[in-house]
């Protein structure tokens, strides 16, 4: 069976430029998977796949005309029942034979497994492999079906009388293996080798290809296509980089926007084009937005990363005069520049204080009241974290800043570029002539907006994001809306992570019981007190899980967080201690050991003792764990105290022999009371010394 390499392209109708990679990628993984399944290609092929504005294309390494066949056994029924007294096949059997396509004769070919009543007869055959041309078939309508489309198109064929469905019209099919083509159909369309190149700087319409490896050539030859999504987009980059270079400039980093413009063009040419330089008058973030959102442009900024006036535009045609194309740009980017002017001379003609008061009008949630309701809960929680963090000073700006935070939303400039919310609060609070700390807590309120973005800048900021998003997340538990599976549209999950990483690296000595009930306190007691520690539980789940991701194994994570620790901020240095420890020879059987003490003191009838009577004691093992404790406990509470968790930790290793030998020699659960309960005394004071830092037991294997 000979192996070759596959093609296979759709030509479509533009394609929508936010889904084309993701389009691109399912296509040809979902038609590789399917070959693979079926025989016809290795599970670990080579896959290449093609996505340009006009197409969907995959090309397959190693794809054989035909599968091996396979040997195929199947269970038919119990021999009891498929045979009679004489041995011969019942109705039953051959009927079922006649189904597998099988006839009389094969009843004695038949085979046996098992024993007695468990013996079974089983059908022995071999399965042709599927042919290219009935498999490519399968794995194209497989591959389509997959396609992550949110919605379809229902367009007639061109009989004029059949409709079918898909992302947009399909105008042509090319299927080709090594030189031959596939005869497989699609959506009314035969395949063929001939597809179409550019629209309008094709060398040769249409592009027959002779072959599966040369169409990517073909196309960029003949065609004027860069095929490969990837290729296109790393020719954007590098036409970026060289328009900008001469000019000591560096274009806007969007992978966002540089995904869009790669799935907007075929063959990409970059210009230079230019704007008036009084817009620069307007502030960067806005100019900046509309001309990557409207117009698809990427701005230059200087050294400095201040805006220019130029900015390079990404052409899907390559005139020898590209004049006109740059002046036609310039002259389309001019009015949206205006509007955003417009917006921010206007907005500037009223105070950020003077707009407050319209959010009472503005509904937050049908049942969280209005944007004002809940600028005055984020107030309240502000002042309070304010006062514990710096006292009455930075409570008093942390509620200035609160009550300003959301008023940029009735300003024009938010209304047109929701982005630029708490951006925009910001320069409009310079401009009222507010102190930087406020004006910067506008816009850093919402912070951290993503993975690996920036913290407030300053102590008001801080105060501020932390009630914005423990607002959010109280409020949203209190009336059910909790995050389910993979969905989360109150973006609960980053509040929470936003509120960890806070208090971790702003090294906050903030109890997380004490935020949540501060959180909860403006709402009305209608809420479901249940909805505290619902909070609190989820906070812990995202630090956990924020935790393993920096690394920390989940036995480690769970010690830590098993004693929910008060202050959050010294979660990471705790987790580095138990790991310390954790690699100390004493640790695995100080850790089982301190298992079985939790375990012992479980089982414990009554309330046990905070401390042993040495004069109690009848065994030396205990009265040398006694001791022990007695010079080692005092260590390790200083060490834990002074917050050297490390030390404290490391303090607990001289333990381990009094420990072993303790069990070794001593019977906790003695007949005579008075001794059980001085031992089990004894077992509470050691687990109080050995579980400060964390629960040791949880590392035990």
């Known amino acids: 069976m000979s192996a070759q390499n596959l093609l296979v392209e759709l030509f479509i109708e533009e394609l929508p430029p936010k889904a084309l990679k993701k389009l691109g990628e399912a296509f040809a993984a979902a038609l590789a998977e399917s070959l693979a399944a079926q025989g016809l290609a290795a599970a670990h092929a080579a896959v290449v796949s093609f996505a340009s504005p006009r197409r969907l294309g995959v090309h397959v390494e190693g794809v054989l005309a035909r599968a091996a066949d396979k040997p195929v056994s199947t269970k038919l029924m119990p021999v009891g029942v498929g045979l009679d007294a004489d041995g011969k096949a019942t109705p039953a059997l051959l009927k079922r034979l006649a189904a597998l396509g099988a006839d009389e004769s094969a009843a004695a070919r038949l085979r046996r497994e098992g024993e007695g009543k468990n013996e079974a007869l089983f059908h022995d055959s071999i399965a042709p492999g599927a042919t290219l041309a009935d498999g490519l078939q399968k794995a194209i309508e497989a591959a389509m079906a997959k396609l992550p489309i949110p919605k379809v198109m229902t367009y007639q064929l061109a009989d004029g009388w059949s409709s079918v469905n898909f992302v947009r019209p399909v105008h042509g099919l090319v299927a ?74 560096v274009p806007v980093e969007d992978a966002a926007l540089l995904d869009e413009v790669a799935a907007l063009v075929e063959r990409p040419n970059v210009l230079l084009g230019k704007f008036d330089e009084a817009f620069l008058e307007v502030p960067q973030e806005c100019l900046i937005l509309t001309m990557k959102a409207n117009q698809k442009y990427f701005p230059l900024l200087d050294t400095a990363g201040k805006l220019t006036n130029q900015f390079l535009i990404v052409s899907n045609i390559s005139p020898a005069d590209a004049s006109a194309v740059i002046q036609g740009n310039e002259r ?165 992570l936003g509120v960890i990483r806070m208090l971790i690296e702003k090294n906050l000595p903030l109890g997380l019981s004490d935020l949540v009930n501060i959180a909860f306190a403006g709402f009305p007691q209608g809420l479901p007190g249940q909805a505290h520690t619902d909070v609190s539980l989820f906070v812990f789940e995202r630090l956990s899980g924020a935790m393993r991701e920096q690394g920390y194994s989940a036995n480690e994570v769970d010690a830590v967080l098993s004693l929910n620790p008060a202050q959050i901020y010294l979660v990471p240095k705790q987790l580095e ?99 059980k309960a001085n031992r089990l005394a004894l077992l509470n004071q050691l687990h109080r010394t050995m579980n400060r830092v964390a629960d040791l037991s949880r590392l035990a294997a």
């Open 176 to 249: 080709l293996h090594g030189a031959g083509v596939v005869p497989v159909t699609v959506l009314g369309l035969e395949a063929g080798r001939e597809t179409q190149g550019h629209r309008f700087e094709a060398r040769v319409s249409p592009v027959s290809i002779q072959n599966a490896d040369s169409y990517a050539a073909q196309l960029r030859d003949e065609g004027a296509v860069i095929a490969s999504f990837a290729e296109r987009r790393a020719e954007i980059v590098r036409q970026l980089a060289a328009a900008a270079a001469p000019l000591g400039l």
């Open 577 to 675: 201690a138990v790991r310390i420890f954790a690699a100390l020879p004493e640790a695995p059987a100080l850790a089982a050991a301190n298992k079985r003490v939790g375990n012992i003191l479980k089982k414990a009838e009554g309330e046990v003792g905070a401390t042993a009577d040495p004069s109690r004691f009848v065994e030396a093992a205990e009265m040398a764990l006694f001791a022990a404790l007695g010079e080692i406990a005092p260590r390790a509470d200083a060490a834990f105290d002074s917050g050297d968790y490390t030390a404290s930790l490391q303090a607990l290793a001289a333990l381990k022999a009094p420990v072993d030998a303790f069990f070794d020699h001593v019977m906790v659960n003695a007949d005579d009371p008075a001794l």
């Open 332 to 496: 389309v980017v001019r009015p949206r520049l205006a509007d955003a002017k417009f917006f921010f001379d206007q907005d500037r003609k009223r105070t950020l204080d003077s707009r407050v008061l319209g959010l009472a009008k503005v509904v937050y949630h049908n049942k969280l009241g209005t944007q004002g309701e809940r600028v005055t809960r984020v107030q309240a929680i502000a002042r309070a974290i304010g006062q514990q963090i710096g006292g009455e000073a930075l409570a008093l700006k942390a509620d200035q800043a609160a009550l300003l935070a959301k008023a940029d939303l009735l300003t024009d400039m938010v209304g047109e570029f929701p982005e630029l919310q708490g951006i925009m609060g910001r320069y409009y609070a310079q401009h009222d002539g507010l102190a930087d700390d406020i004006a910067f807590a506008i816009e850093d309120h919402y912070k951290p907006r993503f993975a690996g973005d920036a913290l407030p800048r300053s102590d008001v900021g801080v105060c501020v994001a932390l009630a914005d998003k423990l607002e959010t997340l109280a409020g949203m538990f209190g009336i059910g809306e909790k995050p389910t599976g993979d969905k989360d549209p109150f973006a609960l999950r980053r509040h929470a």
